[in-house]
């Protein structure tokens, strides 16, 4: 295992997702997330990408090697899943770590996003 020590920030760009699960779309839900980690496992720059739950609220914490990365996931996002997505869960924040330019920026802040510039730390790998 490496350590690097994060003297300039790194391309990687990283989000959480907190959205409020609709009543009654468990099924809906777990179909749904099934295929978008699928989907996304197939996305070469999706360094992380893991779903977690209390109650009907929705964590989904991501994360990508670089900006064109994540914008690749976007645009994967917005036309395969969004739809169904915003048809069961409604976003209620959106965190996002690293990077985010251009169009990644301008599709993050339509959830209502607060951006985070790296300032200092650690990776391990």
Known sequence: MTTTAMAEATDDIAWTLSAELAEGQD?????LMAEMVKATMAEAGAKSYEWHRSGNMIHINERYETNADAGIHL????????????????PTGLQVYGPAEGGVREGLAGFGATFYDQIGGFERQ
């Open 27 to 31: 099924n809906a839900f777990n179909a």
């Open 75 to 90: 645009g994967n996002f917005g036309e395969n899943f969004a739809e169904r997505f915003l048809a069961i869960l409604s």
